[in-house]
């Protein structure tokens, strides 16, 4: 079995920053690509960022030179630093990888829980 526990959602002011981490646990063998996503209550989820198992990264243009994703592959996490947060940023944050799990043949998308960010003043 395989989990996601993402965290680091909270309430922030216009401006000011956030770090969102992502933990995968279980019986892994091996994680390609991780991201975050997010998503209105009520329509799609939508790519924010994803970064590879080599580090290439990607984000949605609503984010570029303000978001960064990284990973940290001997700890099997993911994580995101979001400065320069805007209101519009609000909304919950999945993260995602996609896992190959020992003694299987093919990998599987698993997804976090989701953590509420909340930009406010």
């Known amino acids: 079995q395989v989990q996601l526990v993402d965290s680091g959602g909270g309430l922030v002011q216009p401006g000011g920053s956030l770090r969102l981490s992502c933990v995968a646990s279980g019986s892994i063998f091996k994680i390609y690509t991780m991201g975050w996503y997010r998503q209105i209550p009520g329509k799609q989820r939508v790519l924010v960022a994803t970064i590879t198992e080599d580090g290439n990264t990607d984000y949605a243009d609503s984010v570029k030179g303000r978001f960064t994703i990284s990973r940290d592959n001997a700890k099997n996490t993911v994580y995101l630093q979001m400065n320069g947060l805007k209101l519009e940023d609000t909304d919950v944050y999945y993260c995602?990888?996609?896992?190959?799990?020992?003694?299987?043949?093919?990998?599987?998308?698993?997804w976090g829980q989701g953590t509420q960010v909340t930009v406010s003043s």
């Open positions: 995602n990888a996609e896992i190959l799990q020992h003694g299987y043949g093919r990998s599987f998308n698993y």
